[in-house]
């Protein structure tokens, strides 16, 4: 890389507007009802691909050290001026990356996997659009802006869940998606509002230096620490909201892989990496953080053991894998979390579409139990390899990139946290190679079925991608250690993933100990899932036994969803009956109505004094006069 | 010279016996002519006050005259303008009692 292709960072906002472009191009004819020629599609693969080359050159310029922080004025309005803005640092580098390549190989795949669809270039726009708001929200750094975009990929996971919305099944799961998200998503909007109030900006880099230089108080910072935190939790599926993203699964696969594995669902963390000052000012937050990291990471690994149907034990892993992060975070490893966040984005948007390729096999989009599959491997060639180099990625196998990304979240535990919290995260890395080999066996191994005779491989069109998202899983954990910078000798500080992402020289952290703990719980996950689903292994009656319960619980997902419903039903729909019966009997009855009644009422007597007798009036209007002439004179 | 008085009493009572007129006669035109009645005193007193009230010479001596023939002008107008209106509810109705007419209200 050399100055030659550096060009000035402002120019990133050519990659949401491009996307937004061909979102229009697409969605109006849509709307019209108007049909785009097939080819048409290709509008936003185009765009989202400009984006993707448009990454490469901005990373240059970032190595070569341009300036990172625009402003440009927005609106004035009473005195408060609101800015449009974009900061272009290595964090928001690595997710513009993330973004711009999954996105691209996504929709590539969705060439293949949606052909014949009906509504598919209101698919391809609502990508765009995705596309779009994903980039805004991590490229700007207003948080005005931010909730925008926030919002935004809310609607438009909504939008793609709902795809088949003829199935009541995925209109109910968009929805569910879009209402749990929603309330995380309240905390964010008063937590940004709780920041704006006392800082007077919605500019980020400026709230995060007011924070370090102690312009909050301490129960300010917790508080929005602990609101913005809400909303990272809806949106990055994290306990007790975690519910919507298996049901997410309702839609095409390919959405899946994009939004609910590699880039929508990581946005909460990386609003927490962004605003990562903020929390480390507010320690308390910060165990808050590590806790709930921890329980998701630990609950969805035993809810992925426990299910069944293909896309939801990979759904059930993200929520494992984004504790993970969420986990270091807490520990405050920006570095590692971020790192974890990449290659989580290539080996699980992998894996779905790897689901995909087998859905595609046996002619079903959603909804198949595992245990139906098995022995596709003879029939699918290179799903198979690249769909077991990413499941050994995600169990932490070396050198795969998930052992890599996972290590450096042991080391921040290591180095910042307790015994417990290593304990219990080890024992979630065993479970991750466990359940992980008990998908693989289930699919891929065994005999094949009678009814799945039929399968065959997908077309290049949907194998080239996942071929390549395995190449990238082999190869991108070596973008780790240090010695990068020696062979490729790189322009500026950066040497290894974690010096990119701190902007600062911080060296891989080698420990050698944790490294082989890890590989070995790896190894022996993957072992004792063998043992479990290949060789029939019968576990000791006792163990069995006293592992009923647990089992029972995960299965049934921790009884939350039971849980949510009996609070829908009893709370909210009983809340919802009497402020109805309120607003009918109260309000309108007797508010409304009552003031209409009255003058009714009042005029039915008062309009039997109008006899229409002239001779009446006249009566009254001189006796009036008399009395008023009366009256005058005794007053004079 | 006869006393102002005697001009405001026959003027009060005239319009008096025009209120009564109004108020318990049935048939329109007997209506109209006790509304004439109470015109006619209001008369009275317009000549009666202009006469005893302004100093003779005075500019203004004949403005209560002037008052007078306008409202024998109008009075005129007025009853023409009336006994239309009976006229064209007598071909409607058959009749000019009042009663009768009582479809202005509610």
Same mark, same amino acid.
């Given at each position: 890389?050399?100055?030659?292709g550096?060009?000035g960072l ?11 472009g ?15 020629p097939?080819?048409?599609?290709l ?13 490469w050159f ?15 004025s ?5 005195g408060d ?11 928001a580098m690595?997710?513009?990356?993330v ?7 996504v929709q ?11 509504r598919?270039?209101w698919?391809?726009a ?11 929200l ?5 948080l005005l802006v931010?909730?925008?975009?926030w919002?935004l ?13 003829e199935?009541?099944s995925?209109?109910?799961a968009?929805?569910?998606a879009?209402?749990?998200?929603r ?7 008063v937590g940004i509002l ?7 900006t ?6 995060l ?8 108080s301490d129960?300010?910072?917790t ?13 990055s599926?994290?306990f007790?909201l975690?519910?919507w993203?298996?049901d997410a699964?309702e839609?095409?696969t ?10 929508m669902?990581?946005?909460?963390v990386?609003?927490?990496?962004r605003?990562l ?6 320690p ?11 329980v ?9 053991l ?11 892993s993200?929520?494992?894998q ?10 405050g490893a920006?570095?590692a979390?971020m790192?974890?966040?990449a290659t ?9 579409l790897?689901a995909?390729n087998?859905?595609h096999?046996i002619?079903?989009?959603s ?9 596709l ?16 990625a995600l169990s ?5 990139s998930?052992?890599?990304?996972k290590d ?11 015994p ?13 190679a466990?359940?992980?080999t008990?998908?693989?066996?289930l699919?891929?191994?065994g005999?094949?079925k009678?009814?799945?005779?039929s ?5 290049a ?14 190869v991108f954990?070596?973008?780790?250690p ?5 062979v490729l ?7 290894g ?17 944790l490294?082989?703990i890890?590989s070995v ?10 043992a ?6 019968k576990?000791?009656?006792?163990v069995?036994r ?8 995960a299965s ?19 809340t919802g009956a ?24 009042t ?13 009446n009036?006249?009566?009254?209007i ?5 009395i ?7 007053a004079? | 010279?006869i006393?102002?008085?005697?001009y405001?009493?026959?003027?009060a009572?005239?319009f ?14 007997? +209506? ?7 015109l006619? %005193?209001?008369n &009275?007193? *317009?000549?009666a006050?202009?006469?005893y009230?302004i100093?003779r010479g005075d500019?203004?001596?004949h403005?209560g005259f002037i008052?007078a023939?306008?409202v +024998?002008?109008?009075?005129a107008a007025?009853?023409?303008? %009336?006994l239309? &209106?009976? *006229? ?9 009692n009042v ?8």
């Amino acid at each position: 890389m050399s100055e030659a292709g550096a060009i000035g960072l402002q120019w990133a906002w050519l990659a949401p507007a491009a996307c937004i472009g061909a979102f229009g191009a697409l969605a109006l004819p849509a709307l019209l009802r108007r049909n785009l020629p097939r080819s048409g599609v290709l509008l936003a693969v185009g765009a989202i691909g400009f984006s993707f080359v448009l990454f490469w050159f901005l990373l240059n310029s970032l190595l070569n050290g341009a300036q990172r922080d625009f402003t440009v004025s927005w609106f004035d309005a009473g005195g408060d001026a609101f800015d449009l803005g974009l900061t272009i640092d290595p964090v928001a580098m690595v997710m513009m990356g993330v973004i711009t390549f999954v996105s691209l190989l996504v929709q590539i795949y969705s060439l293949g996997y949606m052909r014949g669809e009906s509504r598919l270039a209101w698919y391809f726009a609502v990508h765009s659009l995705f596309a779009a708001s994903m980039l805004g929200l991590v490229l700007t750094n207003s948080l005005l802006v931010l909730y925008v975009g926030w919002e935004l990929v809310g609607i438009c996971s909504y939008l793609l869940i709902g795809f088949w919305y003829e199935r009541r099944s995925a209109a109910e799961a968009a929805k569910k998606a879009f209402i749990t998200t929603r309330i995380g998503d309240v905390g964010l909007l008063v937590g940004i509002l709780l920041l704006y109030y006392k800082l007077d900006t919605f500019h980020i880099p400026t709230i995060l230096s007011e924070v370090q230089a102690g312009a909050l108080s301490d129960g300010v910072m917790t508080l929005s620490a602990i609101l913005i935190f809400l909303g990272a939790m809806g949106k990055s599926a994290q306990f007790p909201l975690h519910v919507w993203l298996p049901d997410a699964m309702e839609g095409p696969t390919p959405v899946s892989a994009l939004i609910h594995a590699a880039t929508m669902v990581v946005a909460g963390v990386y609003f927490v990496a962004r605003m990562l000052p903020l929390f480390e000012a507010a320690p308390a937050v910060s165990e808050l953080v590590i806790a709930i990291g921890l329980v998701t990471a630990v609950m969805g690994a035993t809810m992925a053991l426990t299910s069944n149907d293909l896309k939801r034990v990979l759904a059930y892993s993200t929520v494992s894998q984004i504790g993970f992060m969420i986990l270091a975070l807490g520990h405050g490893a920006l570095a590692a979390a971020m790192f974890h966040l990449a290659t989580h984005a290539l080996f699980k948007a992998l894996l779905f579409l790897g689901a995909g390729n087998v859905l595609h096999a046996i002619g079903e989009h959603s909804d198949v139990d595992i245990r139906r599959l098995g022995g596709l491997r003879a029939r699918m060639p290179v799903t198979s390899v690249v769909f077991i180099i990413a499941a050994l990625a995600l169990s932490g196998i070396p050198p795969l990139s998930g052992f890599w990304s996972k290590d450096e979240i042991l080391q921040a535990i290591w180095n910042n946290g307790n015994p417990a919290t290593l304990v219990i995260t080890i024992v979630a890395f065993f479970l991750s190679a466990l359940y992980m080999t008990r998908l693989v066996w289930l699919v891929f191994f065994g005999k094949l079925k009678p009814e799945n005779q039929s399968a065959h491989e997908a077309p290049a069109v949907m194998t080239g991608p996942i071929a390549l998202l395995g190449v990238l899983t082999l190869v991108f954990g070596f973008t780790a250690p240090d010695w990068l910078d020696n062979v490729l000798s790189l322009p500026g500080e950066a040497t290894g993933f974690a010096s990119f992402v701190l902007d600062k020289a911080d060296s891989f952290h080698e420990h050698v100990v944790l490294a082989a703990i890890s590989s070995v719980v790896a190894l022996a996950g993957i072992a004792f899932g063998l043992a479990l689903y290949r060789h029939d292994l019968k576990l000791p009656e006792g163990v069995d036994r006293a592992l009923a319960p647990v089992r029972t619980l995960a299965s049934n997902k921790y009884y939350l969803d039971d849980a949510y419903q009996w609070a829908i039903d009893r709370v909210v729909l009983a809340t919802g009956a009497a402020t109805a019966w309120f607003d009918r009997y109260v309000v309108n009855d007797t508010g409304v109505d009552g003031s209409g009644k009255i003058t009714a009422l009042t005029s039915r007597v008062l309009r039997r004094h109008q006899t229409g007798q002239v001779s009446n009036y006249i009566l009254v209007i001189s006796a009036g006069a008399l009395i008023f002439v009366v009256a005058i004179t005794l007053a004079a | 010279m006869i006393a102002i008085e005697y001009y405001l009493v026959l003027g009060a009572a005239l319009f008096a016996v025009g209120v009564y007129g109004v108020l318990v006669r049935r048939n329109a035109v007997l +209506i109209l002519m006790s509304i004439e009645l109470m015109l006619q %005193a209001v008369n &009275i007193n *317009l000549l009666a006050f202009s006469t005893y009230l302004i100093p003779r010479g005075d500019t203004e001596q004949h403005l209560g005259f002037i008052f007078a023939i306008f409202v +024998i002008t109008i009075a005129a107008a007025e009853v023409g303008l %009336a006994l239309g &209106i009976v *006229l064209r509810i007598y071909r409607n109705r058959s009749s000019v009692n009042v009663d009768e007419l009582n479809r202005m209200k509610w």
